[in-house]
């Protein structure tokens, strides 16, 4: 592994994608307000993706070691957009101070404690809390969603409640 991706610099990267996100959003859904959505329902999930590959990804490792993918979905391939053919060599994980267990819940079943099946929790993107209770993927982006590795349970916790780390795929 690249031995100058500190935490602190990986933290630095995170924020600034974060805020090109915030700051390209609305031209984002202004480019693609007639999008044919029955056709190509992943378009989002596709321009993150590239982006997350090159602004994340190529800023850390240079082009050659792959970042797993922005949205990680346990079940979901790992296939890349810009080098196809070629899968990832680190996972984003997340390490949470759980002398404060509140905002670590379980969206799907509600389940409050996180387990040692769910450890390590592996990034699965930037998201906001919705006023309905919900979470979607739009700005201020202030939350991360956060797969559990072995449970698949999945979390969703305030961005500055986490930290972040690299972890090398066997």
């Known amino acids: 592994m ?5 935490s602190a ?3 630095e990267q995170l924020k600034k994608f974060r805020e090109f996100l915030i700051h390209s959003w ?3 859904d202004l480019l693609i307000q007639t999008h044919n959505w029955d056709d190509d329902p992943y378009i989002i999930d596709d321009w993150l993706e590239l982006n997350w590959e090159l602004l994340i990804g190529r800023e850390l ?3 050659d070691i792959l ?3 922005y949205h990680y ?3 979901r391939g ?3 957009i810009v080098l196809t053919g070629h899968f990832p060599r680190f996972l984003l994980c997340c390490e949470i101070d759980f002398t404060d267990k509140k905002n670590i819940r379980d969206v799907v079943s509600q389940y409050k404690n996180i387990s040692n099946d769910d450890l390590p929790l592996i990034f699965s993107g930037f998201l906001s809390k919705c006023k309905s209770g919900g979470y979607g993927v739009y700005p201020p982006f202030d939350y991360v969603s956060l ?3 072995r449970s698949k349970n999945i979390y969703q916790i305030p961005f500055h409640e986490v930290s972040f780390v690299l972890k090398e795929l066997e």
């Open 67 to 69: 970042l797993a993918n």
């Open 26 to 28: 609305d031209k984002v």
């Open 2 to 6: 690249n031995k100058e991706i500190t």
């Open 78 to 80: 790992l296939e890349k």
């Open 73 to 75: 979905y346990p079940k």
């Open 147 to 149: 797969v559990g590795h």
């Open 9 to 11: 610099r990986l933290l």
């Open 61 to 63: 490792f240079g082009r």
